[in-house]
């Protein structure tokens, strides 16, 4: 969040909310404390896209996509839900992301995080608000590699598409 507000980012997207069991160990964040520490350093202006279903971790609770999704909409005033693949460069189901946005209708925008490529934005696209892309971007899709211009190009060639049947 502090680099965000003196770079002048528009958004964060962060884990915020819920418990899980992680590669990292047991995660609990603070979504109350995150969102009072963007009012401390006067950076309302900087969105927190909040992730349900982050890679690398399980729930450790029980409720499904759409109460998860809904709940975090109302209770951590989340400006957009994320929903993740299991890990970095894996796709969440499609359904998941449905169930995301049936939790939220249209009151928060709903992006898939993780695994979204140019053989599948459409489908993404069909039930998410948007999605955030990085591997498939990349040299031989590989997560840490620099970006491929044709790769970026054909998926872009796609979004258009799909932008123009809308």
Known sequence: MAVAAVTGASFIREVATGVY???MGLWAPDAGKLLRYRRELDAE???VFM???PEFASTVGTRDIATTARS???SSLADAILVSGPMAGAEPSVDAVREAKRGCGDETPVFANTGVKSSNVKDFLAVADGAIVGSDLKVDGGTWNPVDP???SRFMT???AVRESL
Request: no cysteine; aromatic share 0%.
């Open 51 to 53: 992730n349900i279903t």
């Open 72 to 74: 975090v909409r109302v």
């Open 21 to 23: 069991e992680s590669d």
């Open 158 to 160: 796609e979004v258009r």
């Open 45 to 47: 202006h900087v969105a």
């Open 150 to 152: 044709e790769r970026a």
